[in-house]
């Protein structure tokens, strides 16, 4: 069969992930299964706007799943929302011959993807974010990789916090989402877990939780907050110093979340969703979203998949409120 697309732009947009590399990779592998050429974009739509790109083959995508960040760089272009800004991006598209464009990224990528879209340029996005906060898929790639990176840091801040009886106050990254912070605190068994989609109720939702593990002769403590919460760490760990005095520390764990060798999970659902990418090109698909429901790789129309919203897992809530035993959890909706 011949394929719908003759040549492909792949590049990566917005915050980096673990794993982008091993999507880049599958989207040449399989652009090469399919007969389709494929050409690498640089600094996502800045490099298309300003002609930036990279001929990809068989070989410059080897030995690069395994890394940490994007081989394509990555950018966020405030030129690219301006009309002129999409304009030199067709542009190149058409200078270079590029009928097909695969963004990997979030919900701004794939709003950039739809602008293009209308111009008669196949386009679909991938779901790379470490914030899992892309509603028409249960699994970003990155997730995995940061959920193991903040833990690895957190089991450390347990050894000294245990040895000088402190209360360590983590704040992880998340964007406006609190998934990242809640599969944290589930897996490092955190006293108190705080997220931006849950207002806090501080006596129930911070200090009756350490009172009850206190009680229960902790006598350490370790509370997760969401960048997305307000004030922060620095806040949440100065209201609990004044309202114990406990000894309280703060740690940001900040862009470290977004760095290191991608977990095996990453390595295979980039793989899996870079293939899906080119076969639905190669089918003459266009603005879509490549997706994971459960363990399905699936498809949304790029706006559908724009209008959708997220919650947090309804099963996460429940075992992090039984974890923490106590009934009246930070993240319980009254
Ligand atoms: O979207 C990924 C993310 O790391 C968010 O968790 C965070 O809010 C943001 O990007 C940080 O962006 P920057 O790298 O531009 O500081």
Do not use: W
Not at 181 to 197: D, K, N, Q, R, Y
Request: glycine share 12%; proline share 2%.
């Amino acid at each position: 069969m011949k394929p719908a697309v003759h040549r492909i732009g792949v590049f990566t947009s917005g915050g980096d992930a673990p794993g982008m590399n091993a999507a880049i990779r599958a989207v040449v592998r399989a652009s090469l299964y399919y007969g389709i050429d494929c050409i690498g974009i640089r600094r996502g739509y800045h490099g298309l706007l300003n002609g930036d790109f990279t001929r990809l083959n068989f070989e410059s995508v080897s030995d690069i799943s395994r890394r940490g960040g994007t081989m394509l760089y990555s950018a966020r272009s405030m030129e690219f929302i301006e009309e002129a800004g999409r304009k030199k991006a067709l542009a190149t598209c058409k200078l270079l011959g590029l009928d097909a464009l695969v963004g990997i990224g979030g919900d701004g990528t794939f709003k950039g993807l739809l602008s293009l879209a209308n111009s008669g340029i196949s386009v679909i996005g991938i779901p790379g974010t470490i914030d899992n906060d892309i509603a028409c898929s249960t699994y970003t790639i990155g997730y995995d990789t940061a959920c193991n990176t903040a833990l690895e840091s957190i089991d450390r801040l347990r050894d000294t916090m245990k040895s000088h009886e402190r209360c360590s106050v983590v704040e992880v990254m998340g964007h406006r989402a609190g998934h990242l912070a809640v599969s944290v605190a589930i897996a490092c068994g955190a006293t108190v877990v705080l997220v931006p989609e849950k207002e806090v109720d501080f006596d129930k939702d911070v200090i009756e939780p350490i009172r009850q593990a206190r009680l229960g002769g902790r006598t350490h403590f370790m509370v997760i907050v969401a960048e997305g919460v307000p004030g922060g760490a620095y806040h949440v760990a100065e209201q609990i110093k004044n309202a114990t005095a406990l000894d309280t520390r703060v740690t940001v764990l900040g862009h470290v979340q977004r760095g290191g060798s991608p977990s095996a999970r990453d390595r295979m659902v980039a793989t899996y969703m870079g293939h899906e990418a080119v076969k639905l090109l190669a089918e003459g698909k266009t603005c879509r979203v490549v997706a994971m429901q459960g363990e399905d790789i699936v498809d949304y129309d790029i706006t559908e998949a724009l209008a959708m919203t997220k919650g947090l897992d309804a099963r996460g809530q429940a075992v992090t409120r039984a974890m923490t035993g106590v009934a009246h959890s930070a993240l319980e909706n009254d």
